[in-house]
């Protein structure tokens, strides 16, 4: 079980700057249980991969503590070598060792004579889907070739918390989902607790448990991510998984505002009358842009519709 109460971290201000430091965290506590994955989700510049930073060892925080199984993590005032023996972190810049290759660094800190060690690196490297490149040296790869080595590593060693900041960014969009897909379901198999950094909302809706959002580096929702989805509290939560329409009161018919994605509206021959901005293609239907005076509405729509149209929009 991985704790946080109350941990606050600054980055020191420049020489000379009238801030002598810079807050990036501020009271940050949450509780992440035993073999579950979490999402933590935010604008850049958040703070999410500073409290990755300092729940793995490598910052220091200001005051707080970080407890793993009752067991508190110093940070980097007190190691040399950030870590805990059952923590792996994968952040966005990959510590790989180019010039050997890609079945080494899997390996890296497994015994020579560990029992089916090739087996093991093997089974990782089928995780990742890099089985065929097991004796290419690391400098010849891409960057998502590299940062799916990286997360074969840092299973090698069975860790029962595993940190990962962004790890699909480097990723070709065709191979993302079949990758996540065997990522977590090795993560659940083998019963590891996970924290994942990350902007998409396809890491999160299929496979986090729960989700962290986080403001200006403070925590403002943690939920079952799928409550947190279905109701978001503010257009800030919600506008991290798709397109809003900030419905005020009286519109539909509802008493209070509502915050709506584009799939719970749809165009009917009755509701609200508005005017099509723009369509946008989206493969299998069209994200329709309407307005009426101020108010902005986003609708999916299975077909195209002109510029200048009139329709009427109802909730689904």
Known sequence: MLQLDNVSFSF????????STTRTLSD???LLEPDRVAAVMGESGCGKSTLL??????????????????????????????????MKYVPQEFDLMPFT???????EHLSIQMKGREDRIKQLLEVVEMSTYVDRKVKTLSGGQKQRVAIAKALAEEP?????????????????????RRLFAYVK???????????????????SDETIVMRQGAIID??????????????????????????????????????????????????????VIQSYFKGGFYLIEC????????????????????VFLSIR
């Open 12 to 19: 020191a201000g420049d020489e000379g700057s009238d801030r």
């Open 222 to 275: 943690h939920r079952e991510t799928k409550s947190l989805y279905s109701k978001p509290k503010t257009i800030y939560v919600a506008s991290l998984f798709d397109d809003v329409t900030v419905v005020p009161a009286g519109i539909f018919g509802n008493q209070e505002e509502l915050l709506l994605y584009p799939h719970r509206l749809q165009i009917s021959n009755k509701g609200y009358k508005s005017t």
């Open 28 to 30: 940050i506590s949450l």
């Open 160 to 180: 029962k918390l595993l940190l990962l900041d962004e790890p699909f960014s480097h990723v070709d969009n065709f191979r993302k989902n079949m990758l996540r």
């Open 53 to 86: 930073d300092l729940i793995y060892g490598l910052q220091q925080a200001d005051h707080g503590t970080i407890t793993w199984k009752g067991e508190e993590l110093l940070g980097a005032d007190h190691h040399l070598v950030p870590g805990h023996p059952m």
């Open 189 to 207: 198999e083998q019963k590891i607790s996970c924290l994942i950094a990350t902007h998409d909302k396809n890491d999160v809706l299929s496979f």
């Open 291 to 310: 307005q009426d005076k101020d108010q902005v509405l986003w609708v999916n729509h299975g077909s195209y519709l002109k510029p200048g149209e009139t």
């Open 101 to 107: 290759t890609v079945a080494e660094n899997v390996g």
